[in-house]
């Protein structure tokens, strides 16, 4: 089992980048995929990105892509969510979530895939 806390959220200006951070508990981090999923005020929550246990592969919600970034560290027992070019469209809370994948290379990107959430981190983007 591994729980799962998200920092990093906050107000920014539209235009602007923000770092989120992902802490696991435990020593098998290294063994789960992860994502990054959000939830816009009114709306359900929706993919934003995953990565791999191994790392090596990472994939992206369209809304997304060329802006954020999903890395992650697995001596700090952390993933990362870099934001750039932020809109208010991109206003949400954001979760992460982690899931013990069939392969190494594996990626998942459906909500009911995961099995471990963290509690959330609000973001928001003024214009």
């Known amino acids: 089992q591994v729980q799962l806390v998200e920092s990093g959220g906050g107000l920014v200006q539209a235009g602007g980048s923000l770092r989120l951070s992902c802490a696991a508990s435990?020593?098998?981090?290294?063994?789960?995929?992860m994502g990054w999923f959000r939830q816009p005020p009114g709306k359900e929550r929706e993919f934003v990105a995953a990565?791999?246990?191994?790392?090596?592969?990472?994939y992206y919600a369209n809304s997304v892509k060329g802006r954020f970034t999903i890395s992650r560290d697995d001596a700090k027992n952390t993933v990362y969510l870099q934001m750039s070019s932020l809109n208010p469209e991109d206003t949400a809370v954001y979760y992460c979530?982690?899931?013990?994948?069939?392969?190494?290379?594996?990626?998942?990107?459906?909500?009911?895939?995961?099995?471990?959430w963290g509690q959330g981190t609000q973001i928001t983007v003024s214009s």
């Open positions: 979530a982690a899931r013990l994948p069939l392969y190494s290379s594996s990626y998942y990107y459906r909500e009911a895939e995961y099995d471990y």
């Open positions: 435990g020593r098998t981090f290294s063994s789960y995929a």
């Open positions: 990565i791999s246990r191994s790392g090596t592969r990472t």
